[in-house]
């Protein structure tokens, strides 16, 4: 149990100094490491769920109110779900802190010489390099979580034409998360 | 602080699946009017600047920026403890309904459509982030070493299977490389951001 709660700390620790373009970035860490992948490089797998519990954990938390992120919250959840409700919960508490306060420590201290570097040209060049670095990462992200996801022919339909929505109106994600969740219910059990 | 407080739990509760620092800016600088322009334009850039999620950022340098440190923890406090016991709820409910037929595929739509969003941040990051052909080339090579390479042939050399790289250290060899690429210039301009196509 200690070591799961500890486990569960230093990933997200790690993780929150490295999500450069918002929590979504290091999906594919978390995914790596909560989930059993890869048997012949067993140090970071904890095998705390299988593929379809960390989609669908993270479809939960992208539907549920919060940050975009709050799928680490989850993860804590699940990884000391075995040890009973309170230390699920005590998991789930460790997940969250781990991932936001480091971060919010960073965003802190940094807001107080940030306005020092206001005319400096590096401040440019590092937005500008971290720009394409965070697009890699997100990319990267999305192709796993629909890589493990979808698997059939109208999951991708739907998938697909949520992207065109996304980016051709303004329809609240949410709102099309209820109505593609009630179709498949209905259409595809 | 206590509307502090109220205004970020109202925000946690309201916010869903990202993006929606314009939101945050109309809340607090055009309605509030607790802060200006001037002073939540610079945080906004810091914030994306560094790592975390966007939101969380926000509401730490809002929260110092009116209240001191505890008004950082306030405001961070208030912002996830609702999303924090709905999320919790929520999860409990997905383990100990099970993975049956009907959360199956309830779930499936769901997934569908978080993969769109996720899909379309793609799109919106990767337009500002192009500026040149060099911009492709990190979002593949950062691409490349999360996702890991399948072994192939080039030149007669074997080039041998690349495992996963944890993300943290993909930044550690793409960053150095990003930032001396996009380091200023002084012959075409005061920064890079006038270089490269547009």
């Known amino acids: 149990m200690n070591t799961t709660l500890l486990q569960v700390a230093i990933l997200f620790a790690t993780l929150s100094l490295s999500a450069f373009g918002g929590g979504k970035v290091v999906l594919p860490t978390m995914h790596h490491d909560a989930?059993?992948?890869?048997?012949?490089?067993?140090?970071?797998?904890?095998?705390?769920?299988?593929?379809?519990?960390?989609?669908?954990?993270?479809?939960?938390?992208?539907?549920?109110?919060?940050?975009?992120?709050?799928?680490?919250?989850?993860?804590?959840?699940?990884?000391?779900?075995?040890?009973?409700?309170?230390?699920?919960?005590?998991?789930?508490?460790?997940?969250?802190?781990?991932?936001?306060?480091?971060?919010?420590?960073?965003?802190?201290?940094?807001?107080?010489?940030?306005?020092?570097?206001?005319?400096?040209?590096?401040?440019?060049?590092?937005?500008?390099?971290?720009?394409?670095?965070?697009?890699?990462?997100?990319?990267?992200?999305?192709?796993?979580?629909?890589?493990?996801?979808?698997?059939?022919?109208?999951?991708?339909?739907?998938?697909?034409?949520?992207?065109?929505?996304?980016?051709?109106?303004?329809?609240?994600?949410?709102?099309?998360?209820?109505?593609?969740?009630?179709?498949?219910?209905?259409?595809?059990? | 602080m206590l509307q502090l407080a109220g205004l970020f739990a109202f925000i946690g509760l309201t916010s869903f699946g990202g993006g929606i620092t314009a939101y945050i800016r109309r809340l607090v600088v055009t309605q509030k009017r607790w802060l200006t322009d001037e002073e939540f334009l610079p945080g906004l850039g810091l914030v994306q600047l560094l790592p975390g999620a966007n939101v969380v950022g926000l509401s730490v340098y809002i929260g110092n920026h009116l209240k001191g440190p505890l008004g950082s923890v306030v405001a961070l406090g208030s912002l996830l403890i609702c999303p924090f016991i709905s999320t919790c709820a929520l999860g409990f409910l997905y383990f100990h309904a099970g993975k049956t037929a009907d959360t199956r595929a309830l779930l499936a739509g769901i997934t569908a459509v978080a993969c769109g969003l996720m899909a379309s941040m793609v799109f919106e990051a990767g337009e500002k982030a192009i500026k040149g052909a060099m911009d492709i080339f990190l979002i593949i090579l950062t691409f490349a070493l999360v996702r890991g390479t399948p072994s192939f042939e080039l030149f007669d050399h074997r080039i041998p299977t690349l495992p996963h790289l944890s993300v943290p250290i993909v930044i550690l060899i793409v960053a150095p490389l990003a930032i001396w690429w996009h380091r200023p210039r002084p012959s075409k301009g005061l920064s890079s951001t006038d270089s490269g196509a547009s």
């Open chain 1, 35 to 189: 989930v059993q992948v890869r048997p012949d490089y067993p140090a970071n797998n904890h095998q705390w769920m299988d593929d379809e519990d960390f989609v669908n954990l993270f479809s939960i938390s992208m539907a549920a109110p919060g940050p975009s992120m709050m799928v680490v919250t989850l993860v804590g959840l699940k990884a000391c779900f075995p040890y009973g409700t309170a230390i699920a919960l005590l998991g789930a508490l460790v997940a969250t802190l781990a991932m936001f306060v480091p971060s919010s420590f960073l965003v802190y201290f940094a807001g107080n010489w940030w306005d020092h570097w206001k005319d400096s040209p590096w401040r440019h060049s590092v937005m500008d390099a971290i720009m394409p670095i965070s697009t890699g990462l997100i990319l990267a992200a999305t192709w796993i979580i629909s890589k493990t996801s979808i698997h059939t022919i109208p999951t991708a339909i739907m998938g697909v034409i949520a992207l065109c929505l996304m980016l051709f109106t303004k329809i609240n994600p949410v709102l099309m998360m209820a109505v593609a969740g009630v179709i498949s219910w209905a259409f595809l059990r």
